[in-house]
């Protein structure tokens, strides 16, 4: 059997008994985080496990850096897959079913 963490992030869409499932694996006083927007992040009062949901916001300044840092070559993003975005539900289900490849997927407006 693993040892507890102190934290766990969840950062994929799943099921809330997999969601509230992932409490057992966190030491008492620990802290789940769910980055998900579909359902709260649970707790576990007993054992003093705190559930955090964690959103974030789009600065556009922020961005606009970030897409510097590209063009001059001193940001690498790993862009595993290209999907337009008539097929997001099968991405979904591919990150549910923890079929992503190693990188970041890309969501495209169109073919």
Do not use: Y
Not at 66 to 74: H, K, N, S, T
Request: hydrophobic content about 45%.
């Amino acid at each position: 059997m693993s040892r507890p963490v102190d934290v766990v992030l969840n950062l994929a869409p799943v099921e809330p008994e997999q969601l509230a499932a992932l409490l057992g694996l966190i030491r008492p006083g620990g802290v789940l985080v769910n980055t998900t927007v579909w359902m709260p992040a649970p707790t576990d009062e007993e054992r003093d496990v705190r559930g955090i949901d964690l959103f974030v916001h789009s600065d556009a300044e922020q961005l606009s850096h970030l897409v510097e840092l590209v063009d001059r070559g001193e940001l690498r993003v790993e862009v595993a897959r290209r999907v337009p975005l008539a097929e997001l539900p099968a991405l979904h289900a591919d990150a549910a079913a923890g079929a992503l490849p190693s990188g970041k997927v890309v969501v495209t407006p169109g073919d």
